[in-house]
């Protein structure tokens, strides 16, 4: 059989092609190669990635000034006024109401008569005599239990910028607000509590309290309500339709000694607990 013999210039092309496949991704295609390219490639990838960190520092900054920007229409506010000077609790110090209930979160923010403050923290020492105290959080949130508890030099809170649209855990949101004489909670929007237990309690100085803006349809606990709040003459609870199975009403009215008229006129739950009129005048409760 005779041999077949490729023209040479046909090897040629063949070994340039195999050459240039092999040195078309970066390298050079001689076998002379620059030893300092190596390093220059380092530097290149070095540069890119200062880049993309400066880059990613850059939005990092426009996120974080969007938000403070921007607080006011889509954060959850409230302000608070105190009339006292010296330290001052201005909410709770984060701790649970209960072993089983996670803590309501700090404020993102705190002004104190517009100054903001650095370090956050649950209580300040005050040098006015009239304290006006804004919280700002940037997201709404479910559990504000324990919120002003124990906060006993609060005499108005406005609830006016604060977003309800979630239903709301608020176990002993005001727990012995002594100095609160007044909540407007039409302000509120509609609220949909879940857990109003002790929500009222020891709020000694409140004298009226409207509900109508209140949905209870899911809650399960009214024990002690609005138990020791002795200033009180008249409570409208029409607005308590539950539509759980029962509802716990433990000594929700224990030591109203001023409660004279309760309305609860079409309301619908089933009891739990009975002791609801411990203490009470009871003169005149409309059913």
Known sequence: ?????FPLSSKRENINKTRKDKYQFGYRSDKKRNKNEPAKLFLFNQKINNLLLIIIFIINNFIKEYQLKFAEVYSSNITIKIKETGIQKIFFDGETCHSTRPKFP???????????QNNISAQYNFTKEDNVIKLVWYESRENWGCLFKYCDKITEIDFSEFDFSKSIEGNMMFFRCKSLTSL???DFGKVKLKDGGSFFRDTISMTSLNLSNFDMSEVTD???MFAGSTSLTSLDLSCLHSNSITVYVTHIFWNCSNLEYINLNNTKFRIKNDSMFMSTKKKFCNL
Request: aromatic residues 14%; hydrophobic residues 40%.
């Open 1 to 5: 059989m005779n041999d077949i013999i």
């Open 106 to 116: 700090y404020p993102d923010e705190v002004y104190i008569n517009d100054e903001i």
């Open 184 to 186: 407007n909670i039409n």
């Open 222 to 224: 009214i024990g002690w």
